[in-house]
């Protein structure tokens, strides 16, 4: 069974960095995409960043690009998200998330497209 667990989330001032991890198990990175979700408080889930791990695509959401940075070590199975200059709506439980082969590269910021899911990390940013 596949399982991802995100962790590394916690409380920062504005203008700060953190940096978030997510260990998989039973899957193999060279075949799925993989990203970060986050959701807010009264918002829908949305796509942070993802990676196509079959043509190499990598998306970032316009309001992250330049500031977080995804990353993965197939070998070890883990995925990252470092996240610098963190502004008060990053506020949100982050997730990390997985899609079987076959994903195509324009849906991977669709969180209907992931099929695995972490629990989910709190990062807060107070202003």
């Known amino acids: 069974e596949v399982q991802l667990q995100a962790s590394g989330g916690g409380l920062v001032q504005a203008g700060g960095s953190l940096s978030l991890s997510c260990a998989a198990s039973?899957?193999?990175?060279?075949?799925?995409?993989i990203g970060w979700f986050r959701q807010a408080p009264g918002k829908g889930r949305e796509a942070v960043s993802c990676?196509?791990?079959?043509?190499?695509?990598?998306y970032y959401a316009d309001s992250v690009k330049g500031r977080f940075t995804i990353s993965s070590d197939n070998a070890e199975r883990m995925l990252y998200l470092q996240m610098n200059g963190l502004e008060p709506e990053g506020t949100a439980v982050y997730y990390c998330?997985?899609?079987?082969?076959?994903?195509?590269?324009?849906?991977?910021?669709?969180?209907?497209?992931?099929?695995?899911w972490g629990q989910g990390t709190q990062v807060t940013v107070s202003s």
């Open positions: 039973e899957i193999t990175f060279d075949d799925y995409a």
């Open positions: 990676i196509s791990r079959s043509d190499g695509t990598t």
């Open positions: 998330a997985a899609a079987r082969p076959g994903i195509i590269s324009s849906s991977l910021s669709y969180a209907t497209e992931y099929d695995y």
